[in-house]
């Protein structure tokens, strides 16, 4: 920025392990959402070592960081990110497209992941159709069409209203306890960071505390 270079995170390190509930909290501009994107494989770090599964994230080309967003990863995002245009279960069933799945079978396995979370009587609304709250559920079941390792949610309640919001973070809880599917949330919010049973608190681009570090 300007000839001076920002160092968006320094010094972190960390592990996610499988299974776990986690929530990462600061400030804005802490560095909160560089490291979500990190996790996400959406960024690379430009120094240091990032492991997504085993795998070295800086030695796989793109084609081979796309493959492994897609067979590991869920994205829930504050926005919903939904196609306006297009029903719930296309919708659901976008990333396994990508994956060369049949259409037939798209269907059915998104038609099951909106049943997974409440919507199997929306299968053919779009999100115009749909309140705020049921279009998160139908975000979140895109995330978990593909049976991934880990859901990874960028203020998942922000535009929800608190009950809403209780139901959304209920769901991720119980798709955490029941399907073994880690959780890492990123949030403003105390009440919903205090829901993951661990809390990793960034600030000035550092782990500032971390409750429950894995090692």
Partial sequence: ?????????????????????????????????????????????????LRIGGR????????????????????????FQLLARTSARDNVALPLVYRGVGRAERRRLAAE?????????????RPNQLSGGEQQRVAIARALV?????????????????????EVMDLLARLNTERGVAVVLVTHEHDVAARARRQIRIRDGRVEHDTGASG
């Fill in 146 to 166: 593909g049976e991934p390792r880990v859901v990874l949610a960028d203020e998942p309640t922000g535009n929800l209203d608190t009950r809403t919001g209780h």
């Fill in 56 to 79: 070295e994230v800086a030695a796989l080309s793109d084609a081979e960081l796309a493959e492994l967003r897609n067979a590991t990863i869920g994205f829930v995002f504050q926005s």
């Fill in 113 to 125: 992941a909106l049943a997974t979370v409440g919507l199997g009587h929306r299968l053919d609304h």
């Fill in 1 to 49: 920025m300007g000839g001076v270079s920002v160092e968006a995170l320094r010094g972190v390190d960390l592990r996610i392990a499988p299974g776990e509930f986690a929530a990462i909290v600061g400030p804005s501009g802490s560095g909160k959402s560089t490291l979500m994107h990190l996790l996400g494989c959406l960024d690379r770090p430009t120094a240091g070592s």
